[in-house]
């Protein structure tokens, strides 16, 4: 069974950084899009930044390029997001998704198949 678990999320002040990770089971990542999505209240789900680990090409929304980066262990089967500069339009629930034979520039305009159940991120003033 394909399971992606969230970690990482919390209370953070403005300016702050938090890393989440994704432990992924059930598949490894070869020729996998994975990555980050986020839903914050009242708002529809977005994508934030993944990772294609056929050719490591990344895709970051414009809102998070240069505060957050994407890696990711493909040893430990898991994703990480290390978000810097947090500020309070970052909070969301952030979620991990992957889906195989993917583009991680589709992060930018649809869904990817798999889901985790979320993380939630709270970015005080």
């Known amino acids: 069974e394909v399971q992606l678990v969230e970690s990482g999320g919390g209370l953070v002040q403005a300016g702050g950084s938090l890393r989440l990770s994704c432990a992924a089971s059930?598949?490894?990542?070869?020729?996998?899009?994975i990555g980050w999505f986020r839903q914050a209240p009242g708002k529809e789900r977005e994508g934030v930044s993944c990772?294609?680990?056929?050719?490591?090409?990344?895709y970051y929304a414009d809102s998070v390029k240069g505060r957050f980066t994407i890696s990711s262990d493909d040893a430990k089967n898991t994703l990480y997001l290390r978000m810097n500069s947090l500020k309070p339009e970052d909070t969301a629930v952030y979620y991990c998704a992957a889906e195989e034979f993917a583009k991680a520039t589709m992060c930018g305009y649809r869904y990817l198949e798999v889901w985790g159940q979320g993380t939630l991120v709270t970015v005080s003033s």
């Open positions: 990772i294609s680990s056929s050719d490591g090409s990344t």
């Open positions: 059930g598949f490894t990542f070869d020729d996998y899009t």
